[in-house]
């Protein structure tokens, strides 16, 4: 019998903000800890929050074994990985004062406006550790600062959003980018021609992206619910688009770097979409099994739960220029709020764009009204893809952006 122990740890403290003051604090603390025994190709799962008798959960797991669980694959087995990285502040007192002097900070320099919502340190810790030799441990903790801003006078409940996730932390370089953005939105640019357009999303923002997160899911490929069913090794998008399943936090991923059932890739990314080619759907052992897919190492699922099929994160190859350089001189529309759009069955996508800035791949300039963006699938990572930016748009971490041309009109 292979006897498995999956243990998850979240541990957050958040500093809410109101009225660009610090208005409360919140932290919570939640471990959860699950033994998986596998059989004759069969699994048992138990599972306990907090403190666990390890033996009582080891034993409520061989019971359910009776419930003929199919898990037709080995467990991971001979791999011990241990990774650790921490945010810049030492003390959640730290953090607290900072916050507070950030926010003092945007009140004196962008007095028009009033921001809210919340800044928190997270610590994931995660780890696998069974009797064939698989011992991975991941402790990970990063900084999210998500501000809300509203413009003061302004009839919304808020007029923009400014922020950022990763390990580092600048103070001064927070209050660049937080002044270009809310200086581009008071420079309101009105004049504006419908047309074919640079379009430019932060990787961090999945709306663009949402069409291959369900197409490339291994159970709605496989059974052929995509569009890009049966289509592997076919030549489908631009020579320089490469499409990763990430584990890796260089690319803004922070939780473990090992799926659900102990796999670790190659620089902790799979490539789903290579050069342009189709390469696999996003699998867990038991789909790339039965229907005879590679396996990447996406399984998820609740801690108690049997792994299946989890929606993996997705990240795009940068390119060897940088955002300046890809524009090639042209002027772009950033997406800075995109909400309320989607894609048909067949590939087309369309997205009003509630706050789209004018961008010439280095700075804001300026506040463009509300438009509308459309394209297909085929065509935003085909002939109208235009790359990704090997720089950040912050140095402070993880904040590429990708840059296609899409049809933009007016609402």
């Known amino acids: 019998m292979i006897k498995e122990k999956y243990i998850l740890k979240t541990s957050q403290f958040a500093v809410n903000v109101e009225a660009t003051r610090v208005d409360s604090i919140r932290k919570k603390d939640i471990t959860k800890t699950a033994m998986r025994v596998y059989l004759e190709n069969k699994i048992g799962v138990a599972g306990g929050l907090g403190m666990v008798d390890e033996q009582e959960l080891t034993e409520k797991a061989m019971e359910a074994l009776e419930l003929e669980i199919s898990y037709p ?52 810790e995660a780890s696998i550790k069974n009797n064939l030799g698989l011992d991975l441990f991941h402790r ?101 688009f490469t499409l990763y399943q990430t584990r890796n936090h260089i690319d803004g991923f922070f939780g473990p770097f090992f799926d659900a ?11 789903l979409i290579e050069n342009g080619i189709l390469r696999s759907p996003y699998t867990d052992k038991k789909t790339a099994k039965i229907f005879n897919l590679p ?35 042209r002027e772009a529309i950033f997406v800075l709020i995109a909400s309320g759009g989607d894609f048909t069955p067949d590939g087309s996508f369309a997205t009003p764009v509630q706050l789209p800035l004018l961008f010439d791949g280095e700075r804001f300039i300026g506040r463009l009204p509300e438009l509308n963006i459309s394209s297909n699938l085929f065509d935003m990572f085909g002939k109208n893809f235009i790359g990704v930016g090997k720089d950040n748009l912050t140095n402070l971490g993880p904040s590429k952006a990708v840059i296609m041309e899409m049809e933009v009109s007016k609402i």
């Open 73 to 124: 694959v080995e467990p991971s087995s001979d791999l011990e990985l241990n990774m650790v990285y921490h945010a810049d502040f030492s003390s959640e007192e730290e953090f607290v004062h900072e916050i507070e002097e950030l926010l003092a900070e945007m009140s004196r320099q962008q007095p028009d406006f009033s921001f809210s919502n919340k800044a928190t340190l997270t610590t994931i």
């Open 140 to 240: 990970g903790t990063f900084l999210e600062l998500g501000f809300a801003f509203k413009f003061k006078g302004s009839g919304n409940i808020f007029d923009g959003f400014i922020g950022y996730e990763g390990l580092k932390y600048d103070r001064k370089e927070f209050m660049r980018i937080t002044n270009e953005i809310c200086e581009a939105y008071k420079n309101k640019i009105e004049d504006f021609k419908a047309g074919k357009y640079p379009v430019v999303f932060l990787l961090s923002n999945p709306v663009f992206l949402i069409k291959l997160y369900r197409d490339l899911h291994g159970l709605i490929f496989a059974t052929g619910g995509s569009l890009l069913s049966g289509k592997i090794g076919q030549k489908l998008f631009n020579d320089t």
């Open 261 to 271: 059932e102990g796999i670790v890739n190659k620089d902790f990314r799979y490539p």
């Open 295 to 329: 396996q990447t190492g996406a399984a998820a699922g609740e801690y108690d739960s049997v792994p299946d099929i989890g929606v993996s994160a997705l990240s795009i190859k940068e390119s060897d220029k940088t955002l300046k350089e890809l524009l090639d001189g």
